[in-house]
């Protein structure tokens, strides 16, 4: 069954330390999203890749966060420093563009960051 | 993208169906209407999407109107599980990548 795989699940980190998370597209995908969630703002858009470029990354702070593909099987979003407000749940989804179905984006479970 | 207008929330019995209605008066004539759902502590899933047509698989319906500014997503039979937030999303498509914006979507409930 494919699936879009997210590491860690949870993470807890101090204050100013770095944080990394990864995410395995669906073998194929060659659309990547990340999504931040948080019970004020909801589901916001950070970035957004197609064929391991980015297309869009203007919902996320330039300053600290980072987004990469260093190659198709892998994405990660950066945070450094990372700060308090920065604890939500970080989504990250996959597809395909073209018709049907296969535009869908497919989203993994998550990684809830806390950051103390 | 096209600004989506949903109730906050909706309750439904189980076995029932669940009708929940989407305003979308801003869209135009290459966005589609999209709908997905999050069950608590979940990602996201997608149910269903449409043009202009009716459209219907496993998961729902989505009834689209003729001049296309409302829809309307029908779970034919709701069970406890379906109790999740459903976002109505509109999106361009454009046959490259589109990005998927959320609203704050409507908070069904389905009880016994």
């Known amino acids: 069954d494919a699936r879009v795989t997210q590491t860690p699940r949870d993470k807890v980190t101090e204050m100013g330390q770095e944080v990394t998370m990864r995410c395995q597209p669906i073998l194929g995908h060659n659309t990547v999203f990340w999504y931040r969630q948080t019970m004020m703002q909801g589901l916001e858009l950070l970035a957004y890749?197609?064929?391991?470029?980015?297309?869009?990354d203007s919902g996320m702070p330039k300053d600290r966060f980072s987004a990469e593909m260093p190659d198709a099987t892998l994405a990660t979003l950066k945070i450094q420093p990372s700060e308090p407000r920065d604890s939500a749940v970080y989504f990250c989804?996959?597809?395909?563009?073209?018709?049907?179905?296969?535009?869908?984006?497919?989203f993994g479970q998550g990684t809830r960051l806390t950051v103390v | 993208d096209a600004k989506t207008t949903q109730p906050t929330s909706m309750d439904c019995a189980e076995g029932r169906a669940a009708n929940l209605p989407c305003n979308h008066s801003?869209?135009?004539?290459?966005?589609?209407v999209y709908w997905y759902r999050q069950i608590h502590s979940q990602g996201p899933q997608y149910i269903i999407h449409g043009l202009k047509n009716n459209e219907t698989n496993e998961m729902a319906s989505l009834i689209i109107t003729e001049d296309r500014k409302s829809s309307t997503l029908i779970l034919p039979h709701a069970t406890l599980r379906d109790t999740a937030v459903y976002y109505c999303i509109v999106r361009t498509y454009t046959g490259t990548a589109s990005k998927l914006t959320f609203g704050t979507g409507t908070r069904l409930q389905v009880t016994l």
């Open positions: 989804a996959s597809g395909t563009p073209g018709g049907g179905v296969n535009t869908e984006a497919f």
């Open positions: 890749f197609r064929n391991r470029a980015p297309l869009d």
């Open positions: 801003t869209i135009s004539g290459n966005e589609y």
